[in-house]
């Protein structure tokens, strides 16, 4: 006698939909400029110098890059500093932050987040991946929630096999 079992993907037939966040990671080089190297004996700008360097430093290194300054040395950087490296490299870098590296993944994702089609997804039950081959800010899935939350039927963390639920829409 022959048994003829079915197997049933429970995953797929699930209707849970899968957000990943990788696929919003932006793929261009990150670059920390830390004005440090701009000091007078790592202590204080001098105006002068500083300008004689901006007039004749290549901006075009940064074309396409996404730059985040700071000033990494205890010293008294005068705003008008940050200002006028951003001035220099706003024509060429694709995106230009005050900040560390991390600040700098932040804004990137926010900016690609900002642009998700929230009505693709209303009324929905999502997973928002939470394992992968990069290293996504914990920011990023603070602003997916916030994102999702008003939209969505059910909002989870994981894979779609193993959930952490976090939100489910009261009907």
């Known amino acids: 006698m022959e048994i003829q079992e079915n197997i ?3 995953v797929a037939a699930s209707g849970l939909v899968t957000f990943n966040l990788e696929d919003y990671l932006h793929k261009g080089e990150r670059v920390l ?5 701009n000091l007078f004996h790592g202590l204080i700008l001098r105006e002068k110098d500083f300008r004689e360097f901006v ?6 290194v940064y074309l396409g890059k996404n ?3 700071t000033c ?3 010293a008294i950087v005068p705003t008008w500093a940050y200002m006028l490296l951003a001035n220099k490299m706003q024509p060429y870098a694709n995106e230009i932050i005050f900040g560390n590296l991390e ?3 932040t804004v990137l994702f926010n900016r690609a987040l900002a642009q998700v089609d929230l009505n693709a997804l209303a ?11 990069i290293n996504i800010p914990v920011a990023a899935y603070v602003e ?12 989870m963390y994981g894979e779609p096999c193993s959930t952490v639920p976090l939100f489910k829409r009261k009907d």
Do not use: F
């Not at 400029?33 to 190297?37: A, N, Q, R, T, V």
């Open 55 to 60: 007039k004749m430093h290549d901006w075009s």
């Open 103 to 105: 600040t700098l993944e």
């Open 72 to 74: 990494s040395a205890d």
């Open 123 to 133: 009324g929905q039950r999502v997973v928002v991946k939470g394992c992968g081959d």
């Open 144 to 155: 997916i929630t916030k994102l999702l939350t008003p939209v969505v039927k059910s909002l």
């Open 67 to 69: 730059v985040a300054i």
């Open 8 to 10: 049933v993907n429970k």
């Open 33 to 37: 400029y830390d004005i440090k190297d």
